[in-house]
């Protein structure tokens, strides 16, 4: 199947250069192309080809080769974005590397090229046909002239046309000023820049592949091991936010670069491809893009519109599912079905649906091994399900379940005779059939709902996730917070937790948790009362319901949101079950908050996952002499958890970086105190959450409904108060 465009097309035009008297228009008019060719290295800025591609250069881009040939091939913009480390990992080496995998202009494109670089005066001595697709890297002090072209009296091309049918590479993209960045969406929608002057008009292609390169943070130590980042998480948000949300639409591949640790660097380097082979990958997509497009007057597949790719190339059903399903969840990133949103490419999850075969296999797989068995993990990556089972079964050949490494042998064979043990365990699908009529449904990885979070796991992840809920789990954990804590909570962490669980709910963000007593608890219910989505993760099967005292409350937040287990249904709780589970609360959320904890606390699990998973840490201690906060204590002082007090510092922490929390409510226009008697008792009968009629609001105040209307008016001019589905509410001010 075509990959999906990305651009859209444009017609074709001659090569002419015209003045037109009328109008004193200047039009350059080139074959407009949607990239058709990515970077190669150019005489204006560097020489990236004569840059060695060495075993030990390539060495660090293992996670890079993946997307680079797809993108490249196809032309597609592209992100890089690195979590430092003491050896850096070199995105700018990559990036200029990127020329060296793509063949050489065709003529016309050449001669394209070449006109343009004529008219900026840039064209290299001697070399009157350039022949290499143009690699420019302008330096981030570069202003929206130098950029996308201008001038008074001579209009030249900027860096985004002297890039066409090359790439445009913006180091330390943040760095440059906004609207240098903003004035490149233009161009890369419409493949042309239109600089207007009094009388003057003149147009230029600019048809290129954008590369953005960036830190996480101005110091460029965020989530670098054993380094202090001195950036606030204020001065991270507005450092990447620079990069604006419609400009990131417009990019195509997003690649996050983690550290090279020295063991990678000094193990066996014929593991390594030389940059010829990528090339040679690069041409062989293009020519195979060039059969199946001949004809037409596309040449590769960014180019086709979407009218054409539903009539002549539309793909299978099954392929466009997970787009029709996050379609129906919300419109993606730039308003368009036939656009993709960007995401991570490097490491990324399975995206495939997974048949009924194979779903039944993970299902019987969930009930014969342990939850987080690491040997299964092991096994899932080169085997499927279905034939782990039938080698369980007595049906598959034995050596299909041999282990992929050395020294897993020996591990292999006992997991298969536990698991083989456990055979009389799985259920029959009409016991399957029925859990589904009661609500509960399973997922599987690679179907839309499965979170691709749960796969930082690695071989830990869960195999499947049984459900019962009216969300929809991966929809519901885009922004989600773990808030965890002490089964003997006292009433100041109570207190506390409910008020943040019910603050972040009202901010959209989803709680996540184990259902157990204490902080858990006042978790979910600090959520549902706000009416907020909330996710419990149980350590027993969904039918069991540990604790059995939260019957009521697991209604409640299938209700609104989900009850998730990797137990089968039925299964009852195991003491390290609980600290197993403890994996997926840290891991479906962007970060997680310990409200108390005992030095022996579970909570303290969950912390420690959330931070081998690089996810934000943060605590909430009680008074120092209580026995509830020593374990928050030591997360602070050893674990570098940051102390936080509030939903809105919560927020800084776990709100992605380019984007700003929401900002805290200004006060009421007339303060409380400049309220007469009978306004005060009005708002005095105006709940803060939840709402009442008008009549009730009345009565409680010792008011008639004519007065009680007229104040509420005038209490909700001066943002005291709300409108809400069961009447008003009160505003939270802050």
Known sequence: MPELPQRRPVAIRACTFTVRPPSRTFWVRASIHANVYGPASSGRDRKPSAISSSSAAIRLTC???????????????????????????????????????????????????????????TLP?????????????????ATKAAIVGGGSAVIRP???????????FLDEAPEFCRDVLDALRQPLESGEVVIARSGLTARFPARFTLVLAANPCPCARAAAARSACSCSPAVRRRYLARLSGPLLDRVDVKVEFLPVGRAELLSDRRLTEPTAAVAERVRRARRRAAIRLSGTPWRLNAEIPGSELRKRYLPAASALSPLERAMDLGPPAGGQGDQLCAGPVARSGHMSLASGHERLARAALSFVAEPGDLVLGELLRSRSPAELVAVLSGHGDPRAAGP?????????????????ARLDQIPTPARLAAWERSGIRLVCPGEPEWPTQLDTLGNAAPIVLWLRGASD???????????????????????????????????????VSGGAYGIDACAHRGALAASGLTIAVLASGLSYGYPKGHHELFAAIAARGAVVSECPPDRAPTRPGFLVRNRLIAALSRGTVVVEAALRSGALSTAKHAR???????????????????????????????????????????????????????????????????????????????????????????????????????LAAAGHIERCEQGWRARKLG
């Open 158 to 168: 900027g860096a985004a046309s002297l890039a066409h049918h090359g790439c445009l």
């Open 63 to 121: 996670d890079f080769d993946r997307p680079v040939t797809p993108s490249e091939a196809a032309s597609f913009s592209t992100r890089l974005v690195e979590t430092p480390s003491f050896i850096r990992i070199g995105k700018t080496m990559l990036a200029e590397r990127l020329p060296t995998v793509l063949p050489r202009l065709e003529p016309p494109a050449a001669l394209e090229v070449s006109a343009i670089h004529s008219i900026a005066g």
């Open 404 to 420: 992929a490494g050395h020294g897993g042998s020996l591990a292999a064979a006992r997991a298969m005779e536990r698991w083989r």
């Open 473 to 511: 789990l991966r929809y519901a954990c885009l922004h989600s917070v773990s808030l965890v804590g002490a089964r003997a909570s006292t009433a100041y962490g109570a207190h506390v937790c409910t008020e943040m669980a019910a603050a972040l709910a009202e901010r959209g963000f989803t709680v």
């Open 612 to 714: 081998e998973l690089c996810r934000p840490l943060m605590a909430v201690p009680g008074p120092v002499t209580s026995e509830q906060s020593a374990g928050c204590h030591e997360l602070i002082r050893e674990w570098g958890a940051v102390c936080v007090t509030g939903a809105a510092q919560v927020l800084e922490h776990v709100c992605p970086l380019g984007e700003e929390p929401q900002q805290q409510r200004l006060g009421p226009a007339v303060p409380r105190d400049a309220l007469d008697e009978v306004t005060t008792a009005v708002l005095a009968a105006v709940p803060l959450r939840g709402g009442r009629g008008p009549a009730t609001i009345a009565a409680l105040a010792g008011a008639d409904l004519d007065t009680a209307l007229r104040c509420l008016g005038l």
């Open 125 to 141: 001595a001697g070399r009157p046909l350039i022949t290499e697709p143009p690699f420019c890297a302008p330096h981030h002090t």
